[in-house]
């Protein structure tokens, strides 16, 4: 039985997945602001809330794979989608249990049977894309041409109106401490489905994925929009997720752009209130005649 | 023979090192911007700069260590920052070469001396800052107690506008094309020394501890600028530079906090124009009285 996207309640992670083998999951988001003192130009001293920022070890079967500094607002969608992302599990459906402990900053991740060539795969993620700064370029470059997203789909200029007006009115850690990027997924209608905010752009695009895997949404007809830069990784892992439709509200680099267009997705840069600029997979945008 | 700051142009990696043990090197800056076409909301098609993006493979001594993605500004830099504030290297005297080639998408280190204890520092690396995301932080928070920042030093209110003028004045990439950090290095009056921009914070923050280790420059006396947000491993980088003042135009994370609390370094936060949030190390931030 799959869980109805009306259901899901945009940016929490649920306890359970709705599907035939469900997994069993905490529900371990850490308060997201705190208040600190700052000295302001007047002299004055001002109460400031400022954006969590926690580290995460993720353990698959017992072994550490890696640290991730995180917001905390869904820490399990975040160790599922950076396992996805990065290649490691293969569907939500090798997933048994994933146990976040804040008490130890660790998130458990127990599969239902081991991974298979684990140790070949994080080998290869090290030398490919590094630590502390690669994408997963390496890896997923390779898949790009295999790569087919729909073309028997539009958006129109009034459903990215509608979703730009949708997340001007989110409430977010943004408005109130700054220092995170957020990442919506959104249905046909510019509606927001799910939407998670993190203190980087890779998490937040991950906790995406994983959250579309718990809830069992697929991409091929959703809208996925971020406040931060169109790079490489952004656009491979949009296009990973089979979304044909990818809103920015900034700019782009060169490869972003260049990988945009290998993959024929569409891609719309500087989108704020009525202002945006449509840079590839045109052919799926409609704009009414004048 | 140490070469004089005074003589640096600002920016632009020097061809070689003016040391006792010069460092031969190249100076392979990419074109920072090309232009593509978009469509804006009027229907126009506008050609539209964008930032370059390039996969830059590192090589010590032959063997593969990551791929970073760069606007391609200081390339040298880069590698050696990032040798650097990965550990990896401990000193520039360690370094015979740095050969960027973009034909190859590849910058090969050569060390006068192998490099001790690689394979087990690669591993740690990987163990516990992982790939693609993490960032520095499993090594380098057991550095942080050791740290001591000099606090015989002081920034006045009158240079930290200097200085915030000086960025507004300066050429930069994001004014034209948007999508890029950067990172500057002020001197203790404010005037810029070193200014990087790059696709990632973490990357404009390696180049200019690149270039700080290429022309000699002690971060003691220095004030490190960045457009980016302050979270953890920017403190840690700046602190592990010596650097005592660390300006940001935007905002801070709870563990960017924390660390500037221990390590004693002077924060700011929102600095534009003539607004600012000073955070931590208040005892080297000089007001005149009203």
Known sequence: MRRKEQDIAAGAPHASRLASRPVKITNATRPLTIEVEAINERGERVPTPIAGEHPLTLYIDKREIVTLMTLGQAPEALALGYLRNQRLVRSIDEIAEVQVDWDTDAVAITTRTALLNLDEKMQKRTVTTGCGQGTVFGNLMDEIDAIRLRDDITLSEATLHTLLDNVRRHETIYKSAGAVHGCALANGSGEILLFIEDVGRH?????????????DIGGS??????????TSEMVIKAAQMQIPFLVSRSGLTQMGHDIAVKTGITMIGRAVNKHYLLFTGVQRFIKPAA
Chains 1, 2 share one sequence.
Do not use: H, P, S
Request: a neutral charge; glycine letters at 8%; proline letters at 0%.
């Open 203 to 215: 998490n937040a695009v991950d906790a995406i994925a994983g959250q579309m895997w718990l809830n």
């Open 221 to 230: 007809d959703k809208i996925f929009y971020t406040t931060g830069r169109l």
